[in-house]
């Protein structure tokens, strides 16, 4: 059981930082001019590491609890299969947002939420 808690928590983590890649690929393919697609494309991560390391955070000082903390979680996720989904990759974000619920279930069971 070890082991499928401390595997989970390793999955979050990679969900987490691929979520943050997603929204920079997908602010800098924007059908947009340069400008636009590299300022969106540097801010998009940029906020939801601000958002995530001040509510989301273990270690922060004013962590969302509760039901606060997973309803931030599935809008955080929820932004980024909607970036998939713009970017025309369906299959790319149900396989993602598949993952995200099954990694939010398992850690509201361990208690790692």
Known sequence: MNLIKN????????????AIF???YWGLT????????????????????AIWSIWCAPSSSY?????WLVALKC???GIVVCCLLSMKQP???IIFGAL???????SSFFGTL
């Open 75 to 77: 809008l955080l996720f």
């Open 22 to 24: 997603i929204l920079g």
């Open 91 to 93: 299959s790319a974000a």
């Open 30 to 49: 924007l059908q947009s001019n340069k400008i636009i697609r590299v300022t969106v494309g540097l801010l998009a991560p940029i906020l939801m590491i």
């Open 63 to 67: 962590r969302l609890e509760g039901l």
């Open 7 to 18: 595997g989970n928590i390793a999955i979050s983590f990679f969900l987490e930082v691929f």
């Open 100 to 106: 995200i619920a099954i990694n939010l279930v398992l």
